[in-house]
């Protein structure tokens, strides 16, 4: 027999959560399929559960957007059963769709992400937060031959309008891996919690992973109050800097320093998709939609043409870094395009004959001052001039033969003690360059020494060398001559200033520091790129429990939990699989008498991990 509520017949049960359980249902009224939300009885059973029930219903019900799901009907506060209901939406949810579609271009999950903020500006302006955003609450609307998203479940809504405020208190509601710090911590959730929400929904589109996944809730948690997560162009190398920028923006721990609305998400969300040349993101959005392989298959190569013509656009302007960059990223979503080879290459001539030109330059005004301090008359400096031209192209074939052969040398990173990741190259003169207010580095002015002619030497010396410093995992810090240039960033351009010794270093939470050295009159090559993988510090684990348990991990004894109790014990992330930052092991604690206990951990360079063993051992 099919149960029934007022006028609506309950078909099949299709979900359930905190609140409810949601029902395929028919509205004998209207001969129409609906979705039937009804509230637990035991939450039923009381009346304020009722009149909070009723009143999100109001709130919701005001809601009328083409990615919402609209309600139809409700019941009052005095009803037997308290329900809510929706149209019946015909698809997967939205985490059941990115799987099978495989979504591949992060460009592709702004478009999804930025339908959602729309949404979110709505039900904001009506005075209504999700509270719980999460790829199950997101519905793919397959109906017709036609695909829309529809934003559901506002069931732990928070009504935030003066007149139907209702409190939760003491309630934690929500997934953690999506909830906002402020809402962890039990303060006052707002539309910025819903951005934060949403940025975790944006970072999982991009990259493919959770931004704050762990091992447990608990560790999660803490991870997402501490933002303890790891740069996306590190999990995914298609992630441009423009995108990069939005997510941090909306990840932000401290609300106060988070984008401020969903609008703010939107917008932000609608310049970054223009830089990568899609201005007109609800068509996109709607193509994709449409037909998932094919648009996916046309949109690669429209990517690479748009940051190809960036990245000349950046070179045209002398912003060299930049362009790198914007080239790194062509490559990056197609590794074989001859195009990027052919404007490093390029680059590499440019730098060649700017060094040339400056060197001409120089002993050009050398000979000026030589001639006005007495060296001879008009025709001798002229003769004089003559040579120094001709030995300043001499030297500069020589420099060029020497960048060259630097450029087949491409010096790599060295281990070095004291846990310090260490290199060095060769030497140069010149003041120690100065940090600018954008993170650039320019050289200081140089203060005059001995005759006029020292002066000159140093004022026309070579023009600043600029390499670039891809790091894995990312850099938390990046520091030149012991000042930060920059931070949170995955590719790093330092500039460094002639005629001084440098030292650049990288520095992670989870690995030892990456420094390396350039001296002074160092031939750098241009461009230059370091890959720097990061050296893993090991994990720290301590086990609470009996001193005298033997600590196994991997099948390797790592100590005893009492020395793990005085000190964590040092162990070493095992290298398998594509994240040599973390990787579930092995934990055997042995104790005499007793069964070994065996569990799996998963394990995280830097960090320190508790594992409380059993009073007693499982049955």
Same mark, same amino acid.
């Given at each position: 027999?099919?149960?029934?509520?007022?006028?609506?017949?309950?078909?099949?049960?299709?979900?359930?959560?905190?609140?409810?359980?949601?029902?395929?249902?028919?509205?004998?009224?209207?001969?129409?399929?609906?979705?039937? +939300?009804?509230?637990?009885?035991?939450?039923?059973?009381?009346?304020?559960?009722?009149?909070?029930?009723?009143?999100?219903?109001?709130?919701?019900?005001?809601? +009328?957007?083409?990615?919402?799901?609209?309600?139809?009907?409700?019941?009052?506060?005095?009803?037997?059963?308290?329900?809510?209901?929706?149209?019946?939406?015909?698809?997967?949810?939205?985490?059941?769709?990115?799987?099978?579609?495989?979504?591949?271009?992060?460009?592709?999950?702004?478009?999804?992400?930025?339908?959602?903020?729309?949404?979110?500006?709505?039900?904001?302006?009506?005075?209504?937060?999700?509270?719980?955003?999460?790829?199950?609450? =997101?519905?793919?609307?397959?109906?017709?031959?036609?695909?829309?998203? +529809?934003?559901?479940?506002?069931?732990?809504?928070?009504?935030?309008?003066?007149?139907?405020?209702?409190?939760?208190?003491?309630?934690? #509601?929500?997934?953690?891996?999506?909830?906002?710090?402020?809402?962890?911590?039990?303060?006052?959730?707002?539309?910025?919690?819903? #951005?934060?929400?949403?940025?975790?929904?944006?970072?999982?589109?991009?990259?493919?992973?959770?931004?704050?996944?762990?091992?447990?809730?608990?560790?999660?948690?803490?991870?997402?109050?501490?933002?303890? $997560?790891?740069?996306?162009?590190?999990?995914?190398?298609?992630?441009?800097?423009?995108?990069?920028?939005?997510?941090?923006?909306?990840?932000?721990?401290?609300?106060?320093?988070?984008?401020?609305?969903?609008?703010?998400?939107?917008?932000?969300?609608?310049?970054?998709?223009?830089?990568?040349?899609?201005?007109?993101?609800?068509?996109?959005?709607?193509?994709?939609?449409?037909?998932?392989?094919?648009?996916?298959?046309?949109?690669?190569?429209?990517?690479?043409?748009?940051?190809?013509?960036?990245?000349?656009?950046?070179?045209?302007?002398?912003?060299?870094?930049?362009?790198?960059?914007?080239?790194?990223?062509?490559?990056?979503?197609?590794?074989?395009?001859?195009? #990027?080879?052919?404007?490093?290459?390029?680059?590499?001539?440019?730098?060649?004959?700017? $060094?040339?030109?400056?060197?001409?330059?120089?002993?050009?005004?050398?000979?000026?001052?030589?001639?006005?301090?007495?060296?001879?008359?008009?025709?001798?400096?002229?003769?004089?001039?003559?040579?120094?031209?001709?030995?300043?192209?001499?030297?500069?074939?020589?420099?060029?033969?020497?960048?060259?052969?630097?450029? *087949?040398?491409?010096?790599?990173? *060295?281990?070095?003690?004291?846990?310090?990741?260490?290199?060095?190259? *060769?030497?140069?003169?010149?003041?120690?360059?100065?940090?600018?207010?954008?993170?650039?580095?320019?050289?200081?002015?140089?203060?005059?020494?001995?005759?006029?002619?020292?002066?000159?030497?140093?004022?026309?010396?070579?023009?600043?060398?600029?390499?670039? =410093?891809?790091?894995?995992?990312?850099?938390?810090?990046?520091?030149?001559?012991?000042?930060?240039?920059?931070?949170?960033?995955?590719?790093?351009?330092?500039?460094?200033?002639?005629?001084?010794?440098?030292?650049?270093?990288?520095?992670?939470?989870?690995?030892?520091?990456?420094?390396?050295?350039?001296?002074?009159?160092?031939?750098?090559?241009?461009?230059?790129?370091?890959?720097?993988?990061?050296?893993?510090?090991?994990?720290?684990?301590?086990?609470?429990?009996?001193?005298?348990? $033997?600590?196994?991990?991997?099948?390797?004894?790592?100590?005893?939990?009492?020395?793990?109790?005085?000190?964590?014990?040092?162990?070493?992330?095992?290298?398998?699989?594509?994240?040599?930052?973390?990787?579930?092991?092995?934990?055997?604690?042995?104790?005499?008498?007793?069964?070994?206990?065996?569990?799996?951990?998963?394990?995280?360079?830097?960090?320190?991990?508790?594992?409380?063993?059993?009073?007693?051992?499982?049955?």
């Amino acid at each position: 027999m099919i149960r029934r509520v007022d006028r609506y017949e309950l078909l099949e049960q299709v979900g359930s959560g905190g609140m409810a359980v949601v029902y395929r249902g028919r509205d004998t009224s209207l001969d129409r399929e609906v979705a039937v +939300k009804l509230l637990h009885p035991h939450l039923a059973a009381r009346a304020e559960s009722r009149a909070r029930f009723s009143r999100e219903a109001r709130a919701v019900a005001r809601l +009328k957007h083409p990615n919402i799901v609209e309600i139809y009907d409700y019941a009052g506060d005095a009803a037997v059963e308290s329900y809510l209901v929706t149209e019946f939406v015909h698809g997967r949810t939205l985490r059941a769709f990115a799987d099978e579609e495989q979504l591949e271009l992060p460009e592709v999950g702004a478009l999804l992400a930025r339908a959602l903020a729309g949404a979110l500006v709505h039900a904001h302006a009506a005075g209504v937060i999700h509270r719980d955003l999460k790829p199950e609450n =997101v519905l793919v609307l397959e109906q017709g031959g036609k695909r829309a998203l +529809k934003l559901v479940d506002f069931g732990i809504a928070r009504i935030v309008a003066s007149d139907e405020r209702m409190t939760m208190t003491g309630a934690l #509601v929500g997934s953690p891996n999506h909830m906002a710090p402020e809402i962890i911590e039990g303060r006052e959730a707002d539309a910025r919690s819903d #951005v934060f929400s949403l940025g975790t929904i944006l970072f999982w589109l991009a990259t493919g992973a959770m931004p704050f996944a762990a091992s447990n809730p608990t560790a999660t948690l803490r991870r997402v109050v501490e933002g303890d $997560r790891p740069d996306p162009r590190a999990v995914c190398p298609l992630v441009g800097d423009a995108l990069a920028a939005v997510i941090a923006a909306a990840l932000a721990t401290d609300p106060a320093e988070r984008l401020p609305t969903a609008a703010a998400l939107r917008d932000a969300l609608d310049q970054a998709l223009a830089a990568s040349g899609l201005t007109e993101p609800e068509a996109e959005l709607e193509a994709f939609l449409a037909e998932p392989a094919r648009y996916k298959a046309a949109l690669r190569p429209r990517l690479v043409a748009a940051a190809l013509a960036a990245a000349d656009g950046a070179l045209a302007r002398g912003e060299t870094a930049r362009g790198v960059k914007l080239l790194d990223h062509v490559l990056a979503l197609d590794p074989g395009n001859g195009a #990027v080879q052919g404007r490093l290459a390029a680059l590499a001539r440019r730098a060649r004959v700017r $060094r040339l030109a400056l060197r001409v330059a120089a002993l050009a005004a050398a000979a000026g001052l030589a001639g006005a301090a007495g060296w001879g008359g008009a025709a001798a400096l002229k003769a004089r001039r003559a040579r120094l031209a001709r030995a300043g192209v001499a030297n500069d074939a020589t420099l060029s033969a020497s960048s060259r052969s630097a450029r *087949s040398r491409h010096p790599a990173p *060295s281990p070095a003690p004291a846990g310090e990741e260490r290199a060095s190259a *060769s030497p140069a003169r010149e003041p120690a360059p100065v940090p600018a207010r954008d993170g650039a580095v320019v050289p200081a002015p140089a203060p005059g020494k001995g005759d006029g002619r020292a002066e000159v030497k140093h004022a026309a010396s070579a023009a600043p060398a600029v390499v670039q =410093v891809r790091v894995r995992p990312y850099a938390q810090r990046a520091l030149l001559d012991g000042v930060e240039v920059a931070h949170g960033e995955q590719r790093v351009a330092f500039t460094l200033a002639p005629g001084a010794p440098h030292r650049i270093q990288i520095e992670h939470a989870c690995c030892f520091p990456f420094v390396r050295d350039f001296a002074a009159d160092e031939a750098i090559p241009q461009p230059l790129e370091l890959p720097v993988p990061l050296r893993p510090r090991p994990a720290r684990l301590r086990v609470e429990g009996d001193p005298a348990t $033997r600590v196994l991990v991997d099948g390797r004894l790592a100590g005893t939990a009492g020395a793990s109790q005085r000190a964590p014990l040092d162990v070493p992330v095992p290298a398998t699989g594509d994240n040599p930052y973390e990787a579930p092991a092995e934990l055997v604690l042995e104790l005499e008498g007793r069964p070994p206990i065996r569990t799996t951990v998963r394990l995280r360079a830097g960090a320190e991990l508790t594992f409380a063993a059993p009073a007693e051992p499982p049955p």
